[in-house]
């Protein structure tokens, strides 16, 4: 059983640039949660989509950032004009899914390390 | 929104002592409280969870006790060894995302 997935593991970008990051979830996983990890810094919760639709992007930054999760294919944290503070550890996580009152634990993939020059 | 508080942020014990991280959470909806294990340049890993239902959970050498009166909850490594050491990050969840505290970077000496 794979587990969580994520491409590319590093990218590099100039400023102005787009930035484009996939996360696979692990099987029979419907929720992902994207999450950003600044050097020396814990993780920030950035977006918790499911299938078609996105639960709470309370942690988005308003401009420049957006994700998706299709019915088909990987969630996508797209990131457009970069600038360098963008440049971080973007984490993805999955969970199956969520039981009532309660909450269900989160595998991390290995993250997408990005750059921007 | 959720906000957690993680201490210490550096700890150093001998191997063969114990460690104790201590975290505090501010909304008492939350009732989902794991740990994660980070090496550098690594993934977290889960490597234990309570929910709010249980004051205390054992795995091994490692602990976690929950005190919902008092918003905190704690890590409890015993017979650290080497390889414990590593970036640990607390988390609380309601319904939706966790909310991290800011990690503790535990150093084991040989």
Redo the contacts between chains.
Sequence with gaps: NAGVMQNPRHLVRRRGQEARLRCSPMKGHSHVYWYRQLPEEGLKFMVYLQKENIIDESGMPKERFSAEFPKEGPSILRIQQVVRGDSAAYFCASSPRVRDDSYNEQFFGPGTRLTVL | ?ENVEQHPSTLSVQEGDSAVIKCTYSDSAS??F?W?KQELG?????II?I?SNVGEKKDQRIAVTLNKTAKHFSLHITETQPEDSAVY?CAA???????????TRLQVQP
């Design positions: 929104g009732n989902y794991p994660y690594k993934r977290p890993q889960l969870d929910r990050f969840a309601g319904r939706r995302a966790l909310t991290f505290g800011s990690g």
